[in-house]
């Protein structure tokens, strides 16, 4: 039986990840950063898997953290497959980049660098669309593809989020290259996350729907949003394990594109009840109300841009057909409002 080291297993993607390897047959051996945590994955597990499924042969745990090396040599022992989802996601920029970027990158050279030492020859890593499109289109291109690489020096590559995961997965590539060309990579890279997560315990990625629903803005910035359901991610990283033709390569996981106020059209039709602005905000408001709000600020260098992202290298090479933006939008809200997140 193949066996999965699975970093980040408590968070939003990393539970959908460890229900769909354990349905796929897969033994897993989650790393969390605390007991607490490991309950409620196992937890997750089995609201989600069928009765009598034996878990306890198949699912167990490893205490680590991204910043330490106690413990990995111990996790990765026995292993056959390494799968990195483990980075921070903040909703806001932090003071400090580095904050951010310390733990992205020395996380992933940390795990690869125990694969290495361990002798483990496949490796899945989930980085982030974030790390391809933070650049100018090449000329006579209308979409970002695997191809292209955020510049961290760019407007919007420059951005702490973006460049965490750019220089992550940058330093994977590069490390695979230089140390470890014996090492099989491939790279997940999501655009914005939605769908029902398994549990009340889910991080930021849901926070674009769960804003739209709270009618918290009265007015909406001229931003688009690329959106992939996270069972879809989840199925990428699954797929990519045996498939000789996703060896060596990068995907882009998206459903498609989306305004922000189409995004909230979606919304007010689903739940027609509630307050839900689909009014665009002129984009001098959205400038000014940066000034005072972290989460505003974020967004100003995607401002009035509305470029898409080509995820058919994972529809032909992976064989996934995405779920439409709507349905994961609407399963994201359903699943705030029936459990009491969005009031």
Same mark, same amino acid.
């Given at each position: 039986? @193949?066996? #999965?080291?699975?970093?980040?297993? !408590?968070?939003?993607?990393? %539970?959908?990840? +460890? *229900?769909?390897?354990?349905? =796929? ?124 690489? @955020?510049? #961290?020096?760019?407007?919007?590559? !420059?951005?702490?989020?973006? %460049?965490?995961? +750019? *220089?992550?997965?940058?330093? =994977? ?171």
């Amino acid at each position: 039986m @193949t066996k #999965v080291l699975l970093t980040g297993s !408590s968070g939003y993607i990393g %539970k959908h990840i +460890t *229900l769909q390897l354990l349905e =796929a047959g897969f033994e897993v051996r989650a790393s969390v950063r605390n007991s607490v945590k490991a309950d409620e994955v196992r937890d997750a597990m089995i609201a989600h898997l069928p009765k009598g499924f034996d878990l306890a042969s198949k699912l167990s745990f490893a205490l680590l953290d991204l910043e330490s090396d106690a413990g990995w040599a111990e996790a990765i022992e026995g292993v056959d497959v390494l799968m990195h989802t483990a980075s921070p996601f903040p909703l806001a920029s932090p003071k400090d980049e580095n904050d951010l970027i310390r733990p992205a990158v020395e996380g992933t050279l940390r795990a690869l660098k125990a694969a290495h030492g361990a002798g483990i020859k496949r490796v899945v890593l989930t980085s982030s669309v974030a790390a391809i499109y933070g650049n100018d289109l090449p000329a006579g291109k209308t979409e970002f593809d695997e191809t292209m690489w @955020t510049d #961290v020096n760019h407007v919007v590559g !420059s951005v702490p989020y973006t %460049k965490s995961k +750019t *220089l992550a997965e940058k330093a =994977a590539w590069d490390y695979i290259a230089s140390e470890a060309p014996e090492l099989v990579l491939t790279t997940v890279n999501p655009v914005l996350v939605a769908g029902a997560p398994l549990d009340e315990h889910f991080g930021s990625s849901v926070s674009v729907v769960e804003r739209v629903l709270s009618g918290k803005d009265p007015m909406l910035p001229d931003i688009s949003f690329s959106v992939v359901d996270v069972k879809d991610v989840a199925a990428m990283h699954v797929k990519s394990i045996n498939l000789d033709a996703a060896k060596g390569q990068r995907f882009i996981a998206s459903g498609g594109s989306r305004t922000f106020v189409q995004i909230a059209k979606t919304l007010k039709d689903a739940f027609p009840t509630r307050k839900i602005s689909s009014i665009q905000a002129p984009s001098f408001v959205i400038r000014f109300l940066a000034l005072f709000d972290g989460e505003v600020k974020a967004v100003l260098p995607a401002l009035g841009k509305h470029i898409g992202v080509s995820s058919s290298k994972a529809q032909k090479v992976l064989g996934i057909d995405f779920i439409s933006p709507e349905k994961s939008l609407v399963e994201t809200a359903t699943y705030l409002v029936e459990n009491g997140f969005s009031k």
